[in-house]
């Protein structure tokens, strides 16, 4: 099968794009202060595409959990399988898994994500990441695939931050958002440049869901957002052209659904079919 595109950087950038979605819908309803431990499920699928991207289309699952708390910093686990089918036969089944971690005030950040085809493991990526001198520098140590330092300076958010900096937007009436984001993806080596786009306010209609966990009751009547994420490459390859962006409702009790990502030549929406709250661990 052929692909226009490099799937396995494209959908390994999904992982990491999706847990800022993810840890945006870790807030409660009780104010951005609180993160909502939880399990989400959503079911992947081809969106649109266009011929020169080979993808005719995809098929997959991606299950989400969040834990921990401010006192003891956040945890994200996300397995994304796929099939992607090609327009000229033939299909690829990847499965996706990334786990990280972030300290409860942003001051460390520590990432892993692996590529499997198959039962056989293509590539990993893992290191991370430490704001030194304040708030206005960050020290990435990256261990896998390639071993490589890099000094990242002046403002830069990882995904949690960025995450509660959108939140807080919402709520506070904001329109645009504009941040550099540090995540983790590719090979650990990418600052992107991010816009978020905040549309108005909307009160959610119970009588109209799509679908059975849009039901629950947890989204009746509850404020919700559009939010749109262009994410821009720095350095020499920055262009105006996003590398892709991501859209999503984001709830004010924190359940986000109606993903897409959409990379030009081809898009994935993302519908949430299972969401589970758990317990939220108290401070000491």
Aim: net charge negative.
């Amino acid at each position: 099968m052929k692909l226009n595109l490099s799937m396995r950087y494209v959908l390994l950038n999904a992982v990491f794009v999706l847990s800022t979605v993810a840890s945006v819908h870790a807030f409660s309803s009780t104010g951005v202060s609180g993160l909502a431990p939880h399990r989400a499920v959503y079911e992947m699928t081809l969106d649109a595409s266009r011929p020169a991207s080979g993808v005719s289309g995809v098929q997959g699952r991606m299950v989400f959990e969040f834990a921990g708390s401010g006192c003891d910093g956040y945890t994200m686990n996300m397995r994304l399988v796929t099939q992607v089918e090609g327009e000229s036969g033939g299909s690829i089944v990847t499965d996706l898994r990334s786990s990280t971690w972030e300290q409860g005030a942003g001051k460390r950040y520590r990432f892993y994500s692996s590529q499997y085809r198959g039962d056989k493991l293509e590539e990993s990526t893992s290191g991370d990441a430490e704001r030194i001198n304040g708030n206005e520098n960050v020290e990435v140590h990256v261990l896998a695939p390639n071993k490589m330092d890099m000094k990242v300076a002046g403002s830069v958010l990882f995904p949690t931050q960025h995450s509660l900096a959108i939140l807080e937007s919402a709520k506070a009436g904001k329109k645009i958002l504009q941040a550099r984001v540090y995540d983790g993806s590719s090979k650990g080596d990418k600052v992107y440049t991010t816009t978020t786009f905040i549309g108005k306010k909307v009160v959610d209609d119970a009588g109209k869901p799509t679908s059975d966990v849009a039901k629950d009751k947890s989204l009746s009547g509850i404020e919700s957002w559009p939010v749109s994420i262009s994410y821009f490459e720095n350095g020499p390859d920055a262009t105006d052209t996003p590398v892709y962006q991501l859209s999503f409702r984001l709830y004010s009790n924190g359940v986000s659904r109606e993903l897409l990502i959409d990379y030009g030549d081809f898009a994935i929406k993302g519908d949430l079919s299972s969401l589970e709250l758990m317990p939220a661990p108290k401070c000491d």
